[in-house]
C-alpha cells in the first residue's frame, strides 16, 4: 500500500514579489489574468506494461504552474520525471487523474507546448539550423514565408547563433545544438517550454552557460518554463519553484521556493541543497522543515 503525499513548501524567500510580478507581463494570459494557474496537474498517476509487469511511474502527483514560472522537477533517475513531463506534453495518457492548461483538458501534443529533449540528435541533420527552426512554424501553420524566417531568425538571434543560421548540424558542438533546439522551441511562443534535462549531457562549462543563457532569456521574454532535472544544484539555479519527486514510483514529496536570483552559490543555497537531498532520500515523505502546505500558492 503506497503511502500518501505531504506537499510541502519552505518559507518564502526574497524575490517571490518580481516573481509574480514577471507573471503579469508574460504571455497568454486569460489564465494568469484570472489568478488561476496555467498548468495545472491533479492526481496524476502514470502505469505502463512490460512484458511481464506493470510499471507505476508517477503516483498521484499534483503542482500548479503560474505564468511566467521557471517550475523544476527534480528527483533521482527512474522517478517518473520524464514520464511526466510526456503527459503534460500530451504523448502519453495518464491513468489517474488529469493535466489542464489553461483549463483545458490535456488529451493530445499541440504548439501551446514545446518540449526540448536531452538527447543532441533531435534536429533534422538535412536542415540547416535556420530551417530547422522555421520548420515547425510552417508545418502547424503557425507563420509562412517572410514571417516565419524573421520570426526564427529573432530567436536564433536570441540563443547567439546568428553567425550560424546555415550551418547544418553535423557541424554544431553539443551545446549549439541545444541552443538551436530551444530557439525552435521558443520560435514558436507556446504557453509553455517543456524541457527535459537539456543539459545533462553536455561537459560542466559548457552545462554552466547554457544555465545562465537560459536565465537571459528568461530575463528578457519572461516565458514559462516546465524543466526536468536529477541535479539538485540545477534545480536551485533555474528555478523560481522546485518540485521533489520521491524514488520509484514519484510522488510528491515537497513543493518549495528556491533561493534569489543569482545567490545559487550562497549559504542559503548550500543549505537547500542539503535540505531538498535530505528530503528527497528520506525514508518516509514527510513535511519539509519549518513548512506549511497552506503556504503553496495555489493549493
Not at 489564465?31 to 488561476?36: I, R, T
Not at 495518457?93 to 536531452?118: C, H, N, W, Y
Not at 543560421?165 to 530557439?183: C, D, E, F, W
Request: charged content about 20%.
Amino acid at each position: 500500500m503506497m503511502s500518501g503525499t505531504t506537499v510541502a513548501s519552505r518559507s518564502a524567500v526574497p524575490g517571490a514579489g518580481a516573481r509574480k510580478e514577471a507573471a503579469g507581463r508574460s504571455r497568454g494570459g486569460n489564465a494568469a489574468d484570472a489568478g488561476q494557474p496555467l498548468l495545472d496537474v491533479r492526481g496524476v498517476t502514470i502505469q505502463y506494461k512490460t512484458q511481464h509487469h506493470l510499471i507505476t511511474a508517477t503516483y498521484r502527483v499534483s503542482f500548479k504552474v503560474l505564468q511566467g514560472d521557471r517550475f523544476v522537477v527534480v528527483g533521482p533517475s527512474g522517478c517518473g520525471k520524464s514520464t511526466l513531463l510526456k503527459a503534460v506534453g500530451g504523448y502519453l495518457a495518464p491513468t489517474e487523474g488529469e493535466i489542464r492548461l489553461k483549463g483545458e483538458l490535456i488529451t493530445k501534443p499541440g504548439p501551446d507546448r514545446l518540449m526540448v529533449f536531452q538527447e543532441f540528435d533531435q534536429l533534422l541533420p538535412w536542415m540547416t539550423v535556420l530551417e530547422n527552426v522555421v520548420f515547425p512554424l510552417k508545418t502547424t501553420g503557425t507563420l509562412q514565408g517572410k514571417a516565419a524566417i524573421e520570426r526564427a531568425m529573432h530567436y536564433i538571434q536570441k540563443v547567439k547563433l546568428t553567425d550560424f543560421a546555415n550551418s547544418y548540424p553535423h557541424t554544431l558542438s553539443g551545446g549549439m545544438k541545444q541552443r538551436v533546439a530551444i530557439a525552435r522551441g521558443m520560435a514558436m511562443e507556446p504557453d509553455i517550454l517543456l524541457m527535459d534535462e537539456p543539459f545533462a549531457a553536455l561537459d560542466a562549462l559548457t552545462r554552466t552557460r547554457m544555465q545562465d543563457e537560459l536565465l537571459q532569456l528568461w530575463d528578457e521574454i519572461r516565458f514559462t518554463v516546465l524543466f526536468v532535472t536529477h541535479s539538485i544544484p540545477e534545480a536551485i539555479k533555474l528555478g523560481s519553484r522546485i518540485l521533489l519527486l520521491s524514488p520509484h514510483p514519484g510522488q510528491v514529496k515537497a513543493e518549495i521556493n528556491s533561493v534569489p536570483r543569482g545567490q545559487e552559490n550562497s549559504d542559503e543555497a548550500a543549505a537547500l541543497g542539503r535540505e531538498i537531498h535530505d528530503m528527497l532520500f528520506a525514508d518516509q515523505i514527510e513535511e519539509a522543515p519549518h513548512a506549511s502546505s497552506a503556504n503553496i500558492p495555489g493549493h
